[in-house]
């Protein structure tokens, strides 16, 4: 019994393998472009560096409305059999919205675990703070928790009132 | 040897199907996403040339500036400089100032032989003597000497005469030393004498 569960495991973990492998990892990539798209966002200007496993965007600029909104120096993808990862890298808010939000996110992860598949979780710092947080994908929910900078004490106040204060941390809560 | 590589196969067959699979997955999947990125093109940019065109100047309000004439670069070309960049190698003189000589640049140390009458960067060769030759341009001569050669030797000797007793005759004694001849007062004085 053993040994044929540890064959079909075998069999299944090297299918993922295959998969990852054959991958159109920039198509992929072009249907979330046309899918920001629709929400009038385009990512433009990126150079795509695509690997077995790691799928890489750098210098990517993106626009809102047409207008130049922030620019991303570079956006790492890894896709390994037990872990997904994303981490980007130096995203910076043009000067025009500097006033609606901080400027500055230094570093951002997102981690999927085969260990914890329901789950997807969050982590950023920059101009704001820290952040922390989770993605439900079974409740489609995202709920993340902020410890604010005293930059965004001062000058972001209005995004802080729409989060909830517990435990000298900002909460936030988002049905998707 | 039939039942090992049938093992082998055994073993190897359900990897191949899994990659195939994949492989066939991941083709449908390919067929099925865009293959084109969206990319920002900024469409208030007016594409029309622009043409700068001033009004004032054809309806005289302002006076046309003569357009300044860039001056005219007078380039000098050097005379080549005969005496000084050549040397005399060697001549083959004949009788009547004819023959041959070799001639050698002193930059590149080119040599090349001449026959009296041609011409050599428009210095023509018109004489050729033992020691040196002549060239011509524009109605003027250059002398090109053989190096190390020195000046020609200044002439020197001495005419005497003797006057005999018997026939009480005079004694000349002339001595010629390149451009100075020097006659004895004696010999004068019998030329006053026979005055």
Redesign the interface.
């Given at each position: 019994m053993i040994k044929f569960l540890f064959k079909y495991l075998t069999y299944f973990i090297f299918f993922i393998f295959c998969i990852f492998l054959f991958l159109p990892k920039e198509n992929i990539y072009y249907m979330m472009e046309k899918k920001l798209f629709e929400y009038k966002t385009i990512v433009s200007y990126e150079k795509i560096n695509s690997g077995i496993f790691n799928f890489d965007v750098k210098n990517a600029y993106i626009f809102y409305d047409g207008i130049k909104f922030a620019k991303i120096q570079e956006v790492k993808t890894e896709m390994y059999l037990y872990e997904h990862k994303v981490q980007v890298k130096n995203f910076k808010l043009f000067d025009s919205f500097k006033a609606l939000f901080p400027q500055n996110i230094n570093n951002v992860e997102i981690l999927h675990n085969v260990l914890t598949p329901k789950e997807v979780t969050i982590k950023a710092e920059g101009d704001f703070g820290l952040l922390d947080g989770k993605v439900d994908l079974v409740q489609r929910k995202l709920k993340l928790f902020l410890k604010a900078s005293s930059i965004m004490k001062k000058k972001y106040k209005s995004i802080l009132k729409q989060m909830k204060l517990k435990n000298g941390k900002y909460e936030y809560e988002y049905q998707f | 040897m039939n039942i090992n590589s049938n093992k082998i196969l055994k073993l190897i067959y359900?990897?191949g199907a899994?990659?195939f699979?994949?492989?066939f997955?991941?083709?449908v999947?390919?067929f099925y996403?865009?293959?084109?990125?969206?990319?920002?093109t900024?469409v208030?940019v007016p594409t029309i040339n622009f043409t700068r065109y001033d009004m004032a100047k054809p309806f005289g309000l302002i006076k046309a500036k003569k357009p300044k004439k860039a001056p005219v670069k007078v380039v000098k070309k050097e005379e080549y400089q005969l005496l000084s960049n050549l040397i005399l190698k060697a001549v083959y003189a004949k009788t009547n100032n004819e023959g041959w000589i070799i001639i050698q640049e002193k930059a590149n140390s080119k040599t090349q032989m001449l026959e009296k009458g041609e011409l050599f960067k428009a210095y023509k060769l018109i004489k050729v003597f033992k020691k040196y030759v002549i060239f011509e341009k524009n109605s003027k001569e250059y002398k090109l000497s053989m190096p190390g050669q020195k000046e020609e030797e200044k002439l020197k000797y001495e005419v005497i005469t003797k006057k005999e007793e018997k026939t009480n005759d005079w004694k000349e004694k002339i001595s010629i030393d390149g451009d100075t001849v020097k006659v004895t007062r004696k010999y004068l004085n019998s030329y006053v004498n026979d005055i």
């Open positions: - | 359900p990897f899994l990659i699979a994949a492989y997955i991941n083709t999947l390919f996403l865009p293959k084109t990125t969206v990319e920002y900024n208030n």
